[in-house]
């Protein structure tokens, strides 16, 4: 059984790349895009969400407690944990989630969102002393980058060698990167694919 954490700061996206997970087993898509397989959802809990209103805005949620997904494999009956703590590192509650959930995981997958300050971002994992040696890094929100094609492709390639070098100073590999968008928009299929596609790959090993 694999356990898997989802880090991250407030607002990059953790809880959407649960849900979209959990999307793509409910409604039998997960076995029909590359690299899938058919599988269930066992458990999902998101009750620590918390909806924050914002003015002029659409708002978002808050993660108070750990988000949980249990999803199970068909085939071999192997069952896998995903937790995605809150990024509020102001709240006690919150950090201790943050500290348990990296000391218990199997792998952890950093999120960053590639439409916010990487500096604020970072802060985050400033407070988590503990960390394995390697972690994956998936860039969320690939759909609010601005620019041509080529711009993007320039500034992604920047915004890694930001987080390699952030990581390399504190001893930690970051092994691969996954570009998702966990929101499902119809121009963004391929990057809503490899949303699911990423926790299949870490959950079994196959990277």
Do not use: W
């Amino acid at each position: 059984m694999a356990i898997l954490g989802l880090m991250g700061a407030m607002n990059v996206g953790k809880t959407a790349v649960l849900k979209m997970f959990v999307d793509y087993v409910e409604k039998n898509k997960i076995g029909k895009i590359k690299g899938g397989m058919d599988c269930q959802i066992e458990k999902q809990d998101f009750k620590g969400e918390s909806e924050i209103e914002v003015d002029g805005d659409d708002g978002y949620s808050k993660t108070i407690t750990p988000n949980k997904v249990v999803f199970t494999e068909n085939k071999s009956g192997a069952s896998h944990t995903l937790f995605a703590p809150g990024g509020d590192r102001d709240r006690a509650v919150i950090r201790m989630g943050i500290i348990t959930i990296s000391r218990i995981a199997r792998q952890i997958v950093g999120l960053f969102a590639l439409d916010q300050p990487l500096k604020e971002q970072f802060k985050l994992y400033d407070l988590i002393r503990y960390m394995p040696k390697t972690i994956y890094v998936c860039l969320n929100k690939y759909d609010l980058l601005e620019g041509s094609e080529d711009d993007k492709v320039k500034k992604v390639e920047s915004i890694k060698s930001e987080i390699e070098a952030y990581f390399k100073k504190r001893r930690i590999t970051v092994k691969g990167f996954f570009q998702t968008c966990a929101i499902d928009k119809p121009d963004f299929i391929d990057y809503n694919d490899n949303t699911a596609r990423m926790i299949l790959d870490l959950a079994l090993g196959r990277i």
